[in-house]
């Protein structure tokens, strides 16, 4: 199954491998390949199982039923016993593999369980080991120049409480030091300005960044996502539409993303009121995985300073070493890092990153809720965070992408017709590319799956890749196996 | 310490107690009464450790910094060794007290660590328990009359998707079996018109249900949780402020309960755009534990049906035997159930309850996100539920509550004039009354602290207990011996 590529980037790339594989490692045990035991995937059981769910949870989704007890490393088991090498990774998360034996331990220590059966209101009753597991974990793995750390419940949550700090941070510019006008104070019960503020969020089309009011209202990638809800009348800005590959559309893509820096720069200077922030994800992820450069990046950082908005960089999907850094827009260079930084996924703990104690409000009870994050989360992302450092996995997930991408070159290349626009080069794993069309993307999401491989789309017709972070040579090769013996019939 | 309370009634309750304490079978090692080590709490290596914490997160809402290794039962343990009884229990939560050892057990069970290390995206690859974890546990804990289950992170979370479910439902109703026009769909996309909705969730004044955007446009209860904070232009309508003791104020107090239902009823009527769903908590707790009759909560559930409003009952705080009985609004015998109840807190998992399948949307990704919920919280709330049962705990509080309010009407009726409105009788521990001013509440909730009682503030003025479910009578007499020597020093 080994692609055969030429020429000295390959030794290159091959050199840079670690002789011992962490996955080895951490699972002796891991399937050597896919292990298919059903004709079709779901099987019997996932499909009996999925109605019996059917009767009490809303199933609409479900792929097939997993067994969670069974998977091992990068292969998810389903109930019928079949073994499916995983790159989507329960839609980007599982960092480390299934039932990776070092999270185990973590998931069985005193502190865990502890956490778990005593779960405190965090902002009245916060624990005595709970900075301590925040500093051993999710802030030694902060962006750098961010120091201080909102705790959340998911990406939506920590998106919505990104945007509650960013409008009181506006509000309290203006205001100074003067107390709420009684105005204000009876307004804000009647959902009225100005109590109730009349400042936008601004995020980009084809963005996603969740699905609960608030962020919802920020997610530009879906009608389905979108329709029937109520929405904030926000503002939205274009998106790059890059051209691939990147090298030989330079100077058109420069031209794309100028055009787009200066529609959004018109945008915040023509709105009714005020942008309190921007949000952007450094990949469009749900939205089809849409890159842009870091000119582009670094324009919204400019512009956002010159209007005095705060710049949100939502790393839900992206962050935690999947693209070769530890956060995506480290890939940037900024000259100046982004107000806050937004996380989930990767970590299993969610939440949002910053440095400027002014958003942090001067009050009690303004960000605030019962649970503010959740101890049991910050201890796994903790042990998370310390395997990654320990096995050095984002330069690993680094090195594997460009294996993975090098190789998905050339395969990609023979079957113009079907796929195209490679996207991710020198981005870790955060891979993806584009299918003809929705139903030829579906048919090669459904025959990989048949094969024992689980990929996911995004968009309206890409794929993307989210393996874990002890993906290897091995699991690539075998991807790219069946990938293209896919492609080959497709 | 005990309160000496003549007649008969007292005698019947006392008789009605189990012989066994649970808590002493659950804590034998449970402090008999407060442990207090320092002058006043925090001591000084609690106010050490918030410094630091402060350093990286919002800590302005800080009581203590407690420590939940040291705490049991019904005591929870601060950083300085002061163990104090506990009637607030993190805002309502702690169903069975810390480190309850059954709860040790099922957080230490390969089912949970399964679940931790390998946490699923629920609604693509649901596990292969999920559907025995429900059941075993939320779903056998269910409200009468509803079967179906959508899980959910947070209150907040739990209120948001049902408020979604509620949009979509009643769109679907309008739309039938035709798809989304073009319209909806182009529309939705930008935040407007058809596509968005402009139906509203109505809340009533001084209800609370959370703080994310949606939840907090229902929000009602403080202007320090709304400020600043775009809110959705929803309607709210009056919540009855009854007079106590109510038996003494029947007539006035079912008056004022058809003025709010005429109120609501007008609302609904004249709203310039449909009111998809109505949301009321049983006792509307950050607002001040206000209490309201069967009639009133009949009331709505007859003016729901008629207008085609769906009646979500909000039951994160009332829920899970607090109130004497499973849910609150069991209390009220409606004619038929509500359309959704929400739940939180005492579970330490959240979501909502329903019956109607057409609450769940027909297509897939409409109610969606990452993780649909969370196993390793689901498997918790199981093991809370099954204890529940074994020990008949609802039962339990529904007599210590009674125990708890009887002796409450002798002390306060002996301080008239700074406390009075003693709310909750036949309604489990779920008990307030009313401080004279802010001023004095403040004072009397941090006189009983420093003699080892951590109660909790609600409203502008009230004091609320939440304590937890093996809150028993020696407890109890701690706590009206401590309440009584502060009101008498107040």
Redo the contacts between chains.
């Keep these: 199954m080994l692609r055969s590529i030429r020429g000295s980037s390959l030794r290159q790339i091959q050199k840079r491998f670690n002789s011992t594989s962490v996955a080895a490692t951490y699972f002796p045990q891991e399937p050597a390949q896919p292990v298919l035991q059903t004709e079709s995937i779901p099987g019997p059981k996932s499909v009996a199982?999925?109605k019996?769910?059917g009767?009490?949870?809303?199933?609409?989704?479900?792929?097939?039923?997993?067994?969670?007890?069974n998977?091992l490393g990068n292969y998810?088991s389903d109930?019928d016993g079949n073994k499916l090498l995983d790159v989507y990774c329960?839609?980007s998360?599982?960092a480390l593999g299934?039932?990776?034996p070092e999270?185990?331990k973590?998931?069985?220590s005193?502190e865990?369980?502890?956490?778990?059966?005593?779960?405190?209101?965090l902002?009245?009753?916060?624990?005595?080991n709970?900075?301590q597991i925040?500093?051993e974990g999710l802030?030694a793995a902060a962006p750098p120049g961010m120091?201080?750390?909102?705790?959340a419940?998911?990406?939506?949550?920590a998106n919505?409480t990104a945007?509650?700090a960013a409008?009181?941070y506006q509000?309290?510019k203006i205001r100074g030091d003067k107390p709420?006008t009684e105005e204000?104070?009876?307004s804000?019960?009647?959902?009225?300005t100005p109590?109730?503020?009349?400042?936008?969020i601004l995020s980009f089309d084809k963005g996603f960044h969740?699905?609960?009011?608030?962020?919802l209202?920020t997610t530009?990638s879906?009608?389905?996502?979108?329709?029937?809800?109520?929405?904030?009348?926000?503002p939205?800005a274009p998106f790059p539409e890059l051209k691939y590959p990147l090298a030989e559309f330079e100077a058109e893509n420069r031209a794309e993303e100028q055009r787009c820096l200066d529609a959004l720069e018109s945008i915040i200077e023509t709105a009714p009121t005020k942008v309190a922030a921007i949000i952007v994800e450094p990949v469009q992820s749900e939205g089809g995985d849409n890159h842009a450069t870091s000119f582009f990046f670094q324009g919204l950082r400019d512009i956002t300073k010159k209007h005095e908005v705060l710049f949100i960089v939502d790393e839900v999907q992206t962050g935690v070493g999947a693209s070769g850094k530890m956060w995506a827009h480290e890939h940037w260079n900024l000259t100046s890092p982004p107000d806050m930084v937004t996380f989930?996924?990767k970590f299993?703990a969610a939440g949002f990153y910053f440095s400027n104690p002014d958003l942090?409000?001067?009050?009690?009870?303004?960000?605030?809720?019962?649970?503010?994050g959740d101890p049991?989360k910050a201890i796994?992302a903790r042990g998370i965070y310390q395997e990654i450092v320990k096995h050095n996995l984002v330069d690993k997930t680094a090195q594997i992408g460009d294996y993975l991408y090098k190789n998905l070159t050339t395969i990609l290349s023979k079957y113009p017709h079907i796929v195209s626009n490679l996207r991710g080069e020198n981005f870790g794993t955060f891979i993806a590319w584009d299918c003809v069309d929705a139903n030829v993307r579906n048919k090669i999401l459904l025959d990989a799956r048949k094969l024992g491989l689980n990929m996911g789309g995004c968009g309206d017709y890409s794929i993307r890749l989210r393996p874990t972070l002890v993906f290897e040579k091995k699991h690539a090769d075998i991807f790219l196996g069946i990938l293209e013996s896919v492609l080959a019939k497709a």
């Design positions: 199982l999925n019996e769910l009767e009490v949870y809303d199933n609409h989704a479900t792929y097939y039923v997993a067994d969670y007890f998977s998810i109930a329960q839609i998360s599982i299934y039932n990776n999270l185990i973590a998931a069985k005193d865990m369980v502890n956490s778990i059966v005593n779960r405190p209101a902002a009245c009753f916060p624990s005595t709970y900075k925040l500093e802030l120091d201080r750390i909102w705790t419940l998911s990406g939506s949550d919505e945007y509650k409008f009181m509000h309290a709420f204000e104070i009876k804000s019960m009647e959902n009225k109590g109730a503020s009349d400042m936008t969740g699905r609960l009011f608030g962020s209202s530009r879906k009608a389905i996502h979108k329709l029937d809800i109520p929405a904030f009348p926000w939205k989930s996924k299993q942090q409000p001067k009050l009690p009870y303004r960000q605030f809720n019962t649970w503010c049991s796994l």
